[in-house]
């Protein structure tokens, strides 16, 4: 892994650059403790990293910013500023997730996805629905990918299944707006307030829209050993709030190819779990995109569950956040890589305490300075505790 690393002298912070072929790059600001001064040190570090990318013409595809819902507005205002000045653009669409720090009131951090496009052979342009730009479209005469953010629908009842299935509708309008379809989605990161109330509902309505489409069976027609080969995104559900609904909010990635493009997408559920559509969840594991030059394996959110979706090692936050490393590492280990490869993730904790805990096992376990923000949020279970997920990257020594 080609790994770069910035450290700015602020308050105990860090911006982590990660790529392995110098034309995708993911950013992580991460701030792990407290500051008296933390959005001026959120400023600094958010020129820092903007003008990184406008050094290296990379352009921002995505962003997801994890923080108190009370900083929104602030944050907003702070990050039009930044946008108009490094990038001479009005809007660039992001994401703010209501998971706040761990250490009370603040922003627990910053990931960004940038692509250097003319590096690549191709171009980036916004992509707009009803007239509101909703993401980014990243285009080559081989294939084209689509990260839509922030993506909600707000017209029916609250925390309904209609609701849920009704915001997958709106996300394949778009998708086909722009010559893609949802069998082209790979990854969908989803946000659900109050998701132990509203996990149910949720499955209820993404299922009934996947099996609308014949993207997946209904479980009652499968085969046992048929589970592990059915085709879904890599996703992460997580219970947080967001300014823009008290429904869930949705970022989505897509990616649509031709007979020319090198690219192909394989699912991975590695070894010490199974299909999570074995009990109603549809969706991978993980998925990995294979390239020429390099593999990117994405991460679903994964916890302390075991091969028959029962939830292990109850109350013990220590042997959850331990559990959950090995399951990780048997999914990447399938992939031919390892937790160095790691390019940028989120660790959910159910509780703020619980903080201590991870970076003890972090350090035990000698994973060094891993790029990931820490925040807390629901996990879709009373009984779990912990949440990870990420991205993973390997180049290919041709």
Known sequence: MSTQLIELELTKNLIKITTVD?????????????????????DQAYQAAYKF??????????????????LYETFDAMRQNHVRTYFNKVEIPYTYVGAPPFWGEGIAGIILHGINAKKKGGTIRDVEFEGQICGRMYEKESDK???LSAIFHNELRDKSYEQIYHT????????????????????????????????????????????????????????????????????????CENPYTSGALFDVYAISKNFE???KVSNETGSKQRSAYRYGSAFSRSLIVHQQACDHLFLSGTASIDDKGNTIHLDNIDLQIGETFKVINSLVQEADMNVADWMEGTVFLKKSEYAQAYMKNIEENQVLNPPVILCVADICREDLL???????????WL
């Open 145 to 147: 990918r689509l990260m």
């Open 22 to 42: 110098e034309t995708e790059y993911f950013i992580t600001i991460s701030f792990e403790q407290k500051s008296e001064k933390q959005m001026e040190d959120l």
């Open 168 to 239: 997958f509708c709106k996300i394949n309008q778009i998708l086909n707006g722009n010559g893609l379809n949802y069998r082209d989605v790979i990854r969908t990161w989803i946000y659900i307030p109050q998701i132990l109330d509203y996990y149910d509902q949720f499955n209820l309505g993404r299922n009934r829209f996947l099996e609308e489409l014949n993207i997946i069976p209904t479980r009652d027609s499968i085969r046992d050993f048929d589970f592990e080969n059915i085709f879904m995104p890599a996703s992460t559900g997580v219970g």
């Open 261 to 263: 493009s090198e690219i």
């Open 53 to 70: 990318l406008c050094k290296n013409d990379i352009e921002i595809f995505h962003e997801r910013v994890f923080g108190s819902a009370s």
């Open 386 to 396: 912990f949440e990870i997920d990420g991205i993973f990257a390997k180049k290919k």
